[in-house]
T-cell receptor, first 113, second 108 residues
């Protein structure tokens, strides 16, 4: 298996622009997680899905953030409009079952200038 | 969010020594406990998982869980320079909350 795929490793965008991060989970995994990592706050859970349904989005910082999972093999995290404080590494992870090990993608380093 | 606490370190140990990493958590309902290792610029990778009280050993690594004290630890025996990384504790049931990590330095 190729693992969790986040095809974009680095994303640079200007303040005010829309940015969309993409993730392909491991096939057969029912849970998908979006995390954000910064030096100050560590690894924060933003939202997670079970069987493509958003279960808990309490970690999404603001209405500027939204996430979708239109099918079992694809998820997006969108920030609109982006701000410099959104600069971070965004990780997608998936797990086969609730309570099971989460496998991480390579992460997307977002820089908002 | 429920909290997971770790000492940020750095924890420095000589090569060959035992490294002891600790983590406390606040959610008593948590059922799953994980230790991840993260090298600089890389993604977290799983080292150990533990689900019940007691010890679990895998090679040079031992995870210990005490649910009554809300405490989970990781012991690394015969530490190697290649073990130098940040170790993240993750706790939860369906969703996982991570601690901020402990930076470990193994000195050759």
């Amino acid at each position: 298996d190729a693992g969790v795929i986040q095809s974009t490793r680095h994303e640079v965008t200007e303040m005010g622009q829309e940015v969309t991060l993409r993730c392909k989970p491991i096939s057969g995994h029912d849970y998908l997680f979006w995390y954000r990592q910064t030096m100050m706050r560590g690894l924060e859970l933003l939202i997670y899905f079970n069987n493509n349904v958003p279960i808990d989005d309490s970690g999404m910082p603001e209405d500027r953030f939204s996430a979708k999972m239109p099918n079992a093999s694809f998820s997006t995290l969108k920030i609109q409009p982006s701000e410099p404080r959104d600069s971070a590494v965004y990780f997608c992870a998936s797990s086969k079952q609730g309570g099971g090990q989460a496998f991480f993608g390579q992460g997307t380093r977002l820089t908002v200038v | 969010q429920k909290e997971v606490e770790q000492n940020s370190g750095p924890l420095s140990v000589p090569e060959g020594a035992i490294a002891s990493l600790n983590c406390t958590y606040s959610d008593r309902g948590s059922q799953s406990f994980f230790w991840y290792r993260q090298y600089s610029g890389k993604s977290p990778e799983l080292i150990m998982s533990i689900y019940s009280n007691g010890d679990k050993e895998d090679g040079r690594f031992t995870a210990q869980l005490n649910k009554a004290s809300q405490y989970v630890s990781l012991l690394i025996r015969d530490s190697q320079p290649s073990d130098s990384a940040t170790y993240l504790c993750a706790v939860g049931t369906y969703k996982y909350i991570f601690g901020t990590g402990t930076r470990l330095k193994v000195l050759a």
